[in-house]
């Protein structure tokens, strides 16, 4: 039995901090390669327009498909070990 109280958020807060510092360079390389993967993604998925005799319109649609295939090859690594 301890003399001293500690509160569960302390707790979870040390150990939250500590688990972020032992993989902060797994996390390092999950956001670099969503970040790569942002930029491969950036000229769209695809595209629809029209014009008339005034206006002209271009859409561009982008998705988050490579986002989470990146994703996924990031995490493949460590479903096999």
């Known amino acids: 039995m301890s003399l001293t109280e500690v509160s569960t958020y302390d707790v979870v807060k040390k150990q939250s901090m ?13 956001i670099i390669a969503q970040i790569i993967a942002m930029l491969f ?19 561009y649609y982008v998705t988050g498909d490579l986002v989470f295939i990146f994703t996924l090859m990031w995490l493949l690594p460590f479903l096999m070990a």
């Open 41 to 59: 993604s950036a000229g769209g998925a695809g595209s629809f327009g029209g014009s008339t005799d005034l206006i002209s319109y271009q859409f």
């Open 18 to 30: 500590l688990k972020f510092k032992a993989f902060s360079k797994v996390f390092t390389a999950l």
